[in-house]
């Protein structure tokens, strides 16, 4: 079955590619890293978590292991099928609407540089209207340096290696940016589009949102905690 690819995304490499150019079988490999601890520290335990683009539960599983509640949110069915004992809905992000709130709402995959700046817009929309009166959204920022420092690549313990080869200015403060991921046995390539975000930029996009920073989670501020302003918060 030939998927419906979004504008700008490509992806190559052995089996399902899904249409931001994910593979699911690539990231059926990747390993878990840090994450899981970040987010368990960043809220309160057990919570109830809405991840939105789970993919195929590289976080979600960890976050189950530690108590955690997940509803996972893909737009790819391929993807949810690799997911276990979460509840799964397959639905584009921008326009969810479940009719119900959770403790935290998770935008991971620096989701948020979404190119398209009308597409972050309905990303940040969804947070809002699915984070409960209290609660708080964890929000994934790409790194200060990922569209000049490049290419370069880093090799993982466990014996691939990835690379971020180029970041082509497209226009509109959008780059096209393209991944690869060199595995022993495999080979997956993602091309996608990015708009870079300063502190102040990402900062004016929660506020049209309404969000605001409550924390920066991590040194380098790409793993956010905002929050919604008075009156913003769904009931």
């Given at each position: ?10 992806g ?11 593979a ?9 890293g ?6 368990a520290?960043?809220?309160?335990a057990?919570?109830?978590?809405l ?11 960890p ?32 326009n ?6 959770f ?5 991971a ?42 290419p370069r ?13 180029s ?40 506020a ?17 905690r ?10």
């Amino acid at each position: 079955m030939r998927i419906e690819m979004r504008e700008g995304h490509e992806g190559t490499g052995p089996g399902a590619i899904t249409p931001d150019g994910c593979a699911v079988e690539l990231y059926s490999r990747l390993p878990v890293g840090e994450e899981p601890d970040i987010i368990a520290a960043a809220v309160p335990a057990g919570a109830r978590i809405l991840e939105l683009g789970s993919g195929v539960g590289r976080m979600t599983h960890p976050l189950l292991e530690r108590g955690f509640t997940v509803t996972a949110v893909d737009e790819s069915a391929e993807m949810l099928e690799r997911v276990r004992g979460a509840r799964t809905i397959c639905s584009p992000i921008e326009n969810l609407d479940l009719g119900e709130t959770f403790d935290v709402v998770m935008l991971a995959s620096f989701l948020v540089h979404a190119g398209d700046e009308e597409e972050r817009r309905g990303l940040l929309r969804t947070c809002v209207r699915h984070v409960a009166a209290g609660g708080s959204v964890l929000i994934q920022r790409e790194g200060e340096d990922y569209h000049s420092n490049v290419p370069r690549e880093r090799v993982d313990p466990s014996g691939f290696t990835v690379r971020i080869v180029s970041a082509e200015p497209v226009g509109d403060g959008v780059d096209s940016v393209r991944a690869e991921y060199v595995f022993p046995d495999a080979v997956w390539t993602q091309t996608f589009l990015a708009r870079p975000l300063t502190k102040d930029q990402f900062e004016e996009a929660l506020a049209e949102a309404g969000l605001r920073v409550d924390s920066y989670l991590t040194p380098d501020r790409i793993w956010v905690r905002a929050v919604p302003v008075a009156g913003e918060a769904a009931d």
